[in-house]
């Protein structure tokens, strides 16, 4: 199979994007960008989303327990970019404020089952809280690019 192909045949495909993050030491906050999160049951609430087993961040991420998910808002293009190369960033700055000042809904989720699959490992975790924030514009990606919607 031609990875790169497929890859672009799944391009094709409009994402959401999010933030997963983790608590961390020394006031940091510890983060990946991630378009695989989906709900996969409402009663009860479960979600899912995969990592990358080739990723730098796949050391930091591979034994999460407990975890916030920020769904990004168009206006969090930089939080994206920053929490995709890199994982790490002190609480009070501005990426962070943007994160949580800015993002359409968050998540406080709980991992109750992993599984390894291909190149991914593949979380399952229940929702213990939400939050609905006031209605934005969605961050979206197509064709390997950010792109805003209309209407």
Known sequence: MNISRYKKVLSKYATGI??????????????????????????????????DK???????FYNLKFFNIYILSEKQTNVSNYFSSRNEIQK???????????NLAELNCKTVKKINIGDHLFFVAKVLQFKLKKEKKPLIYFSSKYKKLFG
């Open 18 to 51: 999010s933030v997963i993050t983790k608590k961390s030491k020394n006031s940091l906050i510890t983060g990946i960008t991630v378009n695989s999160f989906v709900s996969i049951s409402l009663k009860p609430a479960y979600i899912s989303w995969s990592l």
């Open 92 to 102: 009070n700055s501005i990426i962070v404020k943007n994160l949580l000042k800015n």
């Open 54 to 60: 080739t990723t730098s961040s796949y050391k930091k």
